[in-house]
């Protein structure tokens, strides 16, 4: 088992460290990458981490020397080690939340938050299995997700599932997005060396929509969605 922590040191250095657990003893926690990004209070901005067979593969964001960047990397030895990081992303508007998963291919696809001026775009970028940088792509562009939501990522049955929190008014909607693999590729023999920038077909995500408003008559989060219908997910006396 490897798991990954941004952790706190005494000079509020908020590095990634890594630990593992073999023979159900876990190891002490040891940095992936010296970042020495310095911060008097909580990132609200962790790290994630996705594995295949041998391969661990960490993607996590940080402020060093006052500059944001996303950062990525591979360990193809269970988690002992890791390889140099790579910047996915970098520059002033860039937000992190970010999550990560893996395909069949072993291209690890990675969705992340920028802001612009006067909204935030949610970013997907892949890095293919030789470590070289493929395609950033905007999925979602407005000025309703809430600052600090986590975007969400998986991989299923040849199709990239993305999630994120959108609020409106006085509700709060979670949208999704599924891409099928086979719209991003042309060639199976050429897999991911396109740049895939024009074979997205991105579904409409209104179409995928679930609403949530808190019913105070019955004390209980409802959520709508125009498949699903009306059912309560939550009780909750607040």
């Known amino acids: 088992v490897v798991a990954v922590y941004r952790n706190r040191s005494e000079d509020e250095t ?15 926690g040891y940095p992936i990458n010296q970042d020495g990004w310095k911060i008097s209070g ?10 295949n067979n041998n391969e661990v593969i960490v993607v996590w964001f940080t402020v060093a020397n006052e500059e ?7 360990s193809e030895d269970y988690g002992k080690s890791f390889g140099s990081p790579i910047d996915i ?15 069949d291919n072993g291209t690890t696809w990675i ?27 905007i999925i979602y562009k407005g000025n309703d997700m809430p600052r600090f939501s986590n975007p969400q ?33 042309k060639s199976e023999d050429k897999l991911f060396s396109l740049k895939l920038n024009d074979n997205l077909n991105i579904k409409q995500p209104e179409l995928y ?30």
């Not at 909580?42 to 594995?51: D, F, R, T, W």
């Open 68 to 74: 944001p960047v996303i950062r990525f990397t591979k």
């Open 153 to 185: 990522i998986a991989y299923n049955s040849k199709q990239l599932v993305i999630a994120w929190t959108r609020n409106t008014g006085d509700s709060t909607s979670v949208n999704t997005v599924r891409i099928p693999m086979f719209e991003m590729l």
């Open 209 to 238: 929509e679930m609403k949530y408003k808190f019913n105070k008559e019955l004390g209980v989060f409802i959520r709508h969605s125009k498949t699903l219908g009306d059912c309560v997910i939550e009780h909750n006396s607040e």
């Open 89 to 103: 992303a970098s520059g002033g508007n860039v937000l992190g939340h970010v999550d990560t998963a893996i395909d």
């Open 14 to 28: 908020r590095d990634i460290y890594i630990t593992r657990s073999t023979d159900q003893q876990w190891s002490k």
């Open 42 to 51: 909580c990132p609200v901005n962790g790290p994630k981490i996705v594995a």
């Open 111 to 137: 969705i992340w938050q920028k802001k612009t001026q006067n909204s935030t775009e949610l970013i997907l970028s892949n890095v293919l299995n030789n470590n070289e940088l493929g395609i950033q792509k």
